[in-house]
Structures are given as structure tokens and as C-alpha cells.
């Protein structure tokens, strides 16, 4: 079971600060992962991109993650929103901000996070280098509470902008459970595309 939380938290927050080096396996600075891997039973590609700045992480997730998920679920009207509404305006989301590569555990939830020795621990990844808000993908199904986001946030603070992002990240998760389960999974990443749209709608992207 999870011990403490804001342990966790900081654990997670030092995790997302390590720097992508040689030893750590990604000697460029870029966003992916040295072989590709599964989130739950779905595959994901991690092919490295060419630099590890803002522009190449927002190309990484449009193809990569969402644009993957999507041609997977086959799905018209999220594809046609996807592609009409979303991915031509997705910079609007990042201004104001740096990306930067962060070793991201990729399926963080309540199911693979526990203790060892009274340490925090996580397990079962879906692993990669990307923006370390992508983490947040699954809170809704992590349980993560205040001690949590007290501890983390004392080592990384929130960006400007991350409530307007958290669903496309969401979105990714929400496409992948519906890929896996099917159900009412589509209609939750419908509903995270389309607040996406509108709230690019009031940045006048």
C-alpha cells in the first residue's frame, strides 16, 4: 500500500528533474525513449525526436501520442476535431512556457504506485522523456491528494497555462481506455477534445 503521499510527491518531482544524459539513457536531450513500449496492452511509439524544445515535444504528442490513440480508435468526430480544431493550434497552449524532457513514468495510478521498505514506490510504467504535465494524464484515477501535490510542488511549481493543457493529456489516457475497453471511455475523450477546442477558441488561437 501507499505510505506517505508527499514523499511520494517529491519522489515523483525528483523523478520529472532528473536530467536526460547519456547515463540516463537519452545522451541528446530528446523527447521519446530508446525502444517502444505499452501503455496497458496498447502500443506506444517512442521514436526520438530531433531536439528536446517546445516545438519538437508539441510535434511528439500530436503524432505520437494523440494522433497514434486516434487512428487506433477510428473514431470520425474526434479525428475530424483532432485534425481540424486541435493539432493546428496546439502552440497556443505551450506559449509562455520552456518544455523540457522529464523521465516520465507514463501510467500513474493508484494500481501502480505502492511502498518498499516504507519508501515510496511506482512500477508498472509506461515510460518515456516528455513534458513532465503529461504525468498527470491519469490523476483521475490516482487519488492524488493534497499532501501529494504539497510535496511536489515544493520542487516544481505550476507553469501558467496547466489547467488549460491538462486535457490533452487526459485525452491521451481516456483514448487509450477506450481502445482497451471500449465503452463510455470515447465519450470522456470526446469531451476533454472538445473543451480543449474551446478553450483554444478563447485564447483567439
Excluded at 525502444?35 to 516545438?55: A, F, L, M, S, Y
Excluded at 511528439?60 to 490513440?69: A, M, N, P
Excluded at 487512428?71 to 497552449?93: M, Q, T, V
Aim: proline fraction near 5%; include cysteine.
Amino acid at each position: 500500500g501507499r505510505s506517505d503521499d508527499g514523499a511520494l510527491g517529491r519522489a515523483v518531482a525528483r523523478m520529472h528533474l532528473a536530467e536526460p544524459t547519456k547515463e540516463a539513457g537519452n545522451p541528446k536531450g530528446a523527447f521519446g525513449f530508446q525502444v517502444d513500449n505499452t501503455i496497458g496492452g496498447t502500443p506506444q511509439p517512442n521514436g526520438w525526436t530531433d531536439g528536446g524544445g517546445t516545438d519538437e515535444w508539441i510535434a511528439f504528442f500530436r503524432d505520437k501520442r494523440i494522433g497514434h490513440q486516434l487512428d487506433l480508435a477510428g473514431d470520425a468526430y474526434c479525428s475530424k476535431l483532432w485534425d481540424e480544431k486541435i493539432a493546428p493550434r496546439l502552440g497556443a497552449l505551450f506559449e509562455g512556457i520552456e518544455v523540457k524532457p522529464s523521465l516520465l513514468h507514463g501510467d500513474l495510478w493508484s494500481g501502480n504506485m505502492g511502498s518498499a521498505n516504507g519508501e515510496p514506490s511506482i512500477y508498472d510504467p509506461a515510460t518515456y522523456w516528455g513534458h513532465h504535465e503529461a504525468e498527470w494524464g491519469m490523476s483521475w484515477c490516482a487519488s492524488f491528494g493534497r499532501s501529494f501535490w504539497d510535496g511536489y510542488r515544493s520542487l516544481i511549481p505550476e507553469d501558467p497555462g496547466f489547467l488549460d493543457r491538462k486535457p490533452l493529456y487526459d485525452a491521451y489516457h481516456q483514448l487509450n481506455h477506450y481502445n482497451l475497453f471500449g465503452g463510455g471511455y470515447l465519450g470522456s475523450a470526446r469531451g476533454h477534445l472538445e473543451n480543449l477546442a474551446r478553450r483554444l477558441d478563447k485564447k483567439g488561437a
